[in-house]
């Protein structure tokens, strides 16, 4: 491993919160298939996160205990247990929503079975010997994740201020779902960046692997998006395109294309640190109002 934090980006002090999981729950039964009114592409352009999340947020948790005993910054190992229990709590509350696709019409089971043969099979642990090439494949996993979660912030600083889905009149079930997750990305932003620069830090992986994640991610939500659009049981015709996402992001209602392009320097900045991005301050905010996050503190007391 070569550990570089010595060159690392300085992060923002004022960033830096313990993080602690929340057990929310959501109820769905009033939850229409069109949780956008009339606007299906949105709502299932969006619904692909229920898709790919369980599956890939598991992995998450599975790659980052076989990377706890290589942590020797005290701080940063607690961050990570942290991390690890908010993003075991996001992959349960997004496989929740599935039965109740299902139940309107939308099995995703075909979809999903996809998704967990990629992170269970192509991004699994391999049969490897000890030594420089177990080491490698951790080493990638982990930078891979540190990439997605360049996106994953990304989105949930988006959904915090997407005050057109508000306009709308957006499921608020929903939209809680959507809003608590991602503040909760926003929280954690700092924490799968700043442990890849801890065990590794190379410039030219984190180049590499943003490419592979970045590819992935485009390539999986718009299968997702045109596996809704075209199963969804009250639609004729549906289907999804690029001109309908371009036309969301002027809208509001999605991330704008623009604003996802100029995000892709940002993190391959050699200077770039996530706490340099979005505002703790306003997830913070959020998860104190949320109706499932103070719902949950309130159980746990």
Sequence with gaps: MSNTQGRAPKPLASEHIPLK?????????????????????????????HLLLPAGERWF????????????????????????????????AHDEVLPHLKEQGLDPTPYTAQVDWLFEKLLGDRTLPPGKAREWWLMERVAIIAAIEHYTAFLGDWVLNADELDRRGAD?????????????????????FELFMHVDGGYRRRARTWATAFSALVFLWQRGARFFMENDP???????????FYRSGRAGTLPSTGAMIRSIPR??????????????????????SSPAATAAEKGAV
């Design 172 to 192: 608020p079930t929903m939209l809680d779902l959507l809003r608590w997750h991602g503040a909760e990305e926003v929280e954690h932003r700092s924490v799968a």
């Design 267 to 288: 993190y391959l900045s050699r200077s770039y640190h996530p706490s340099q991005e979005g505002s703790t301050a306003q997830a913070v905010a959020y998860l104190a």
């Design 234 to 244: 009250t639609l004729v015709d549906g289907h999804a395109s690029f001109k309908a």
């Design 61 to 92: 948790v599975h790659v980052y205990k076989q990377v706890l005993p290589l942590i020797r910054d005290e701080r940063l190992r607690e961050d990570v247990i942290g991390f690890i229990g908010q993003e075991a709590m996001h992959s349960q």
């Design 21 to 49: 999981a929340r057990n929310v729950s959501f109820s769905w039964e009033k939850t229409p298939l069109h949780w956008l009114p009339n606007d299906p592409f949105t709502t299932h352009t969006i619904n692909v996160l």
